[in-house]
């Protein structure tokens, strides 16, 4: 499988062969990290930068009471704490939802790469501030979306970007998430989120199973929820992906 996080700046960078040879030497030590584990916990201080390779991460805010707020989803080809280094410390956690295979790539290597290939350094700060996009666009779901049309634009906004790496096909994805993840990423109690999803289905928006989401018609589900994937960034003219 091509390096996904390659396969991602694909869309709207053309990137030389020395540029994704660099990319992929950095990225061929690979972690293997158990589900529901953490990557690193707020207050740490990196030294590295986080990859995802294969599996579902996220970042996350931990609550006085023990609660969790997700904050963001991590997929095949996310960083997860790209430039977290200038601030000095952590002020989230970052951890594993499903197992994941993710590079741990030193500090210097990522400033040697931002330094030598210009080209480089634009793209990784493109996917920073797409991060920041997909952030802004969460707080307009949960200020001004309802709880259905919340959680159906997630299932919108997954689609897509599993898509650029090669990981959905047209209409379907595998899903690890578990009703309460869907919870702490929207601010909904767990038995509200049940009753969307039960919604959702009987809509017929969304099918759940063996771990699938499919969405058996994309258009509706994408009008629905007032889904447009502008935020994401992605090059209109590029070629899609083949799906697995």
Known sequence: MLNPFIQKLGRCFVLSGAEEKALTGASERLRDVQARTALILEGDV???????????????????????????????????DLNVSILGTMDHCIGAISSCDVVRIPRS??????????????????????????LREWLVCMGRRSADEQVAHLFCEFLIRLQVVGLATENSYHFPLTQADLADATGLSNVHVNRVLQELRGLKLVVFKERRVTLPNVAAIQSYAGFNPNYLHLHPKAPPYPAV
Do not use: T
Request: proline letters at 7%; glycine letters at 10%; a negative charge.
């Open 46 to 80: 990196p030294d590295h930068v986080h990859l995802i390779q294969k599996g579902f991460a996220c970042r996350y805010k931990v609550l006085p009471d023990g609660g969790r707020s997700i904050v963001a989803f991590l997929i095949p080809g996310d960083f997860c």
């Open 109 to 134: 290597v990522m400033n040697e790469l931002s330094g030598n290939y210009p080209i480089l350094s634009r793209a990784l700060q493109w996917a920073g501030l797409v991060d920041e996009a997909i």
